[in-house]
Nanobody
């Protein structure tokens, strides 16, 4: 059974940085593209970033381009999201996701596995 466990969420001030990590277990990590979504109170779940199985393809939503960087370490079965210059609008629960595919997509309905989420709160 595939399991995703996120860590790294915290409360920070605007302009600060956080690094989220996600460890996948239960199946070969390189079989999966990895992604991050977020959901703020009262809003729909939103695509943030994704990376394909070998890291040569990444996708970002426009609002985080230049501030967030997604990466993966296949030897450690870990995907990470480095978040810099955080803004109050980045406040949300961040979910790690995995897709059993060689390509990654933006639609949440296409992703196969989800973590429990980690809270990120950015204060002004």
């Amino acid at each position: 059974q595939v399991r995703l466990v996120e860590s790294g969420g915290a409360s920070v001030q605007a302009g600060g940085s956080l690094r989220l990590s996600c460890v996948l277990s239960g199946r070969s990590f390189v079989s999966f593209g990895m992604g991050w979504f977020r959901q703020a109170p009262g809003k729909e779940r939103e695509f943030v970033a994704a990376i394909n199985w070998n890291g040569d393809m990444t996708l970002y939503t426009d609002s985080v381009k230049g501030r967030f960087t997604i990466s993966r370490d296949n030897a450690k079965a870990t995907a990470s999201l480095q978040m810099n210059n955080l803004k109050p609008d980045d406040t949300a629960i961040y979910y790690c996701t995995a897709i059993l595919s060689t390509v990654v997509v933006r639609g949440p309905e296409d992703w196969d596995y989800w973590g429990q989420g980690t809270q990120v709160t950015v204060s002004s």
